[in-house]
Structures are given as C-alpha cells and as structure tokens.
C-alpha cells in the first residue's frame, strides 16, 4: 500500500501562485507514475498534471499549461505541483496519486490506484 498526504493549498487571489506537496510513504515501489488531479463541486475529477517517476516524463492538461509545474525532488520522495498565474477557475480540491497503470495516460484516474485526501485550492477573482 501508498499512503499520500498533501500539503500547500489555500486561498490567494488571481495571479498568485502556491505550491503542492505531496509526500508517498509504504510501498512506493509499487507506484510507476504519480499524478495531480483536481475536482471542483459538481464537475468531474480533472487530471491536471503527471509524471513518470523514473523517466521523468510529464503530461499536462492544457488548462495549465505554461503556468503548472509537475516535479520531484531528487531523491524522488516528494512530488510538487507548483501553481503560477491562478486564476479563479482553478479553484478546487486538489489531488495527489500515484499508480502503475501509466500506460493509460498519466492524467487519466484509471492509472492510479492510491490517492491522497485532497488539499483545497482557492483562487478569488
């Protein structure tokens, strides 16, 4: 089993910038690619960014593009998801995951089979 516990929501104005953290602890061998997702009330769970843990390889929704960032340390304990230029449609509750099934799609939910609690973000217009 992975347990995943995520740090750094809160609530900033448009154009600010936050960062996630999500710490894998447990059977981390077992996790190929991690992943950041969010759900806003009402609306489906969106994958945001991806990564493959041991090559690197990182997708991302076009929502985010150019203003998300997906990374790892570099003893590949810890995985980021630094925010820059948020706007209020990025308000949410955000998602940490790690999974094996990365041939699905590092954004799709099918890859991932652990998932953390969620930490809101909240961006004010």
């Known amino acids: 089993q992975v347990q995943l516990v995520e740090s750094g929501g809160g609530s900033v104005q448009a154009g600010g910038s936050l960062r996630l953290s999500c710490a894998p602890s447990?059977?981390?061998?077992?996790?190929?690619?991690m992943g950041w997702f969010r759900q806003a009330p009402g609306k489906e769970r969106e994958g945001v960014a991806g990564v493959v843990i041991a090559s690197g390889t990182t997708a991302y929704a076009d929502s985010v593009k150019g203003r998300f960032t997906i990374s790892q340390d570099s003893a590949k304990t810890t995985l980021y998801l630094e925010m820059n230029s948020l706007k209020p449609e990025d308000t949410a509750m955000y998602y940490c995951?790690?999974?094996?099934?990365?041939?699905?799609?590092?954004?799709?939910?099918?890859?991932?089979?652990?998932w953390g609690q969620g930490t809101q973000v909240t961006v004010s217009s």
């Open positions: 447990g059977d981390t061998y077992s996790a190929y690619c």
């Open positions: 995951a790690a999974g094996k099934n990365c041939w699905r799609g590092l954004r799709a939910p099918v890859s991932y089979n652990h």
